[in-house]
């Protein structure tokens, strides 16, 4: 298998981290396309995947998986033994909600934050900026932190009980927020406990001192 | 189980249809949320959707899922027979991809669309609009018919031989065109026919009819 990434992309990270969750980096074959480059929004790319975004996952018949949510689910479907995506039908659901509700609320609004209301990739990929949109992403990304925070004043993990996917995106979130330099408030307490737990898992402390600033 | 809902919004009916291909429409009780109102913003509603939007799924243990896909896995999963998610690795993935592009490139972005460059749901309700976001997405998914005109030129249903929770997703991106008047381009004929043949479900028949403007 190949995937296509960049290795400072949140959305690369989050791919990576399954891949290291489920013991199959080794599988894979690495692809670099240069996000500063632009390289994700050629012709040639978005043949491989017409959204034009990092990852994509190449399997050995030639299918390409783009879309984080649709890889994690399909490597932790492959050997019959779901980690991270639910066992029972109500995990599936809660799971996949909260995957959503992290991007949407957080990561995606980051993304959006970064590309529209920063510089972003520069001038030649950033080819259409709307800041004021940006800045309300940014806004509402902020606002995700409290939620998440309340979330896990009452939980261990983003979809309750077990570590899953969805801890997997904020993570993302986390990754993101660091590099446009939007910190997680300081009163989120029980979000930041519980971004300091999750590096005590290897798969994501390897990850994170591939694509974080150092401080 | 309950769903709340309102009947002429496209994303609660791509759950409707969900429940009747599952046969189960009539083992779940509807609640309505009034759009035009606003009822989906109140705090009492987020407190079920942090997001704020429909449909959601309440249930009989309390527990509320929101957002289609996850919904959409979780009732699949209910009887081990999943129709709509796929079966194996490669069919889960694909599926999920497939339903995630006709989100973010069609549905979601006609959704915007109808939100930020249009009245919306009124001024009440549509507290902040970026008109201009709102074009640049009703431009993203005019595109995306072109996009998916072409991938049904060489394959029966959206993420390939089987129909899928992804054929439902972009159902829900026609529902929202018709109730913003922007019509799919007439050159567009594989995507047409592929509308018109998804037209002899019954489940997609019947829905149709609670949310389509008539001729």
Redesign the interface.
């Known amino acids: 298998m190949k995937i296509y990434d960049w290795p400072t992309g949140p959305y690369p990270a989050r791919v990576r981290i399954t891949l290291a969750e489920k013991q199959m980096l080794s599988k894979v074959e690495f692809v670099r396309i240069n996000l500063w480059k632009g390289e994700h929004k050629t012709a040639d790319f978005r043949s491989k995947n ?2 034009g975004t990092l990852p994509v996952l190449e ?1 050995d018949d030639g ?1 390409f ?3 984080c ?3 994690t ?3 932790d ?2 050997e019959g033994n779901p980690t991270l995506t639910g066992r ?3 995990e ?3 799971i ?2 909260m995957t ?2 992290a991007e ?2 957080m990561l995606d609004a980051i993304s959006v934050y970064f590309h529209h209301a920063t510089p972003g990739l520069g001038p030649k990929v950033e080819v ?1 900026q ?1 800041r ?2 940006g800045l ?1 992403q940014r806004d509402k990304a902020l606002r995700s932190m409290h ?1 998440f925070d309340d979330l896990l004043r009452k939980q261990p993990f983003i979809a309750g009980e077990a570590f899953s996917m969805a801890d997997i995106a904020v993570i993302g979130g986390f990754i993101f927020a660091a590099i446009v330099k939007l910190p997680v408030p300081q009163e989120c307490k029980a979000l930041l406990a519980w971004y300091a737990k999750m590096q005590e898992r290897p798969s994501i402390r390897e990850q994170l001192a591939i694509v974080s600033p150092p401080h």
């Open positions: 017409y959204s399997l299918t998986l783009a879309e949510t649709a890889i689910v399909y490597l479907a492959l029972t039908p109500l599936k659901g809660v996949q909600m959503k509700r949407i609320e259409y709307n004021e949109w309300y939620y």
